[in-house]
Nanobody, 126 residues
Framework: QVQLVESGGGLVQAGASLRLSCAAS????????VGWFRQAPGKERECVGS????????YFPDSVKGRFSISRDNAKNTLYLQLNNIERADMAVYYC???????????????????WGQGTQVTVSS
């Protein structure tokens, strides 16, 4: 099992940028599909992006495509989510996740993910 700790959340103005980090321990995440999800109050958890096992491809839903990006620093065993041009609708708790063994493609299917962080809050002011 891998332990995931998110950081970098906070209060930002609409239109600003923010980078979230997800530090992993217990297992290297360089060989796994990884993803970021978020959940706003009263709403279901939704995927905001995924990175393939190789790191060569990503997937983003339309709601964040062109504004969010994912990267992974294998030397630091850390995953990042870059949020640009933040909108009020982006306000939520953000979670990083690591997929189960055997998957290779980037995916927003939450059932594929076995390990989850505790989340970091992103609050957006207008």
């Amino acid at each position: 099992q891998v332990q995931l700790v998110e950081s970098g959340g906070g209060l930002v103005q609409a239109g600003a940028s923010l980078r979230l980090s997800c530090a992993a321990s217990g297992r290297t995440i360089s060989s796994y599909v990884v993803g970021w999800f978020r959940q706003a109050p009263g709403k279901e958890r939704e995927c905001v992006g995924s990175l393939s096992r190789s790191g060569a491809s990503t997937y983003f839903p339309d709601s964040v495509k062109g504004r969010f990006s994912i990267s992974r620093d294998n030397a630091k065993n850390t995953l990042y989510l870059q949020l640009n041009n933040i909108e009020r609708a982006d306000m939520a708790v953000y979670y990083c996740a690591v997929a189960r063994v055997g998957f290779g493609s980037a995916s927003c299917d939450s059932d594929r993910y076995a390990d989850w962080g505790q989340g970091t809050q992103v609050t957006v002011s207008s």
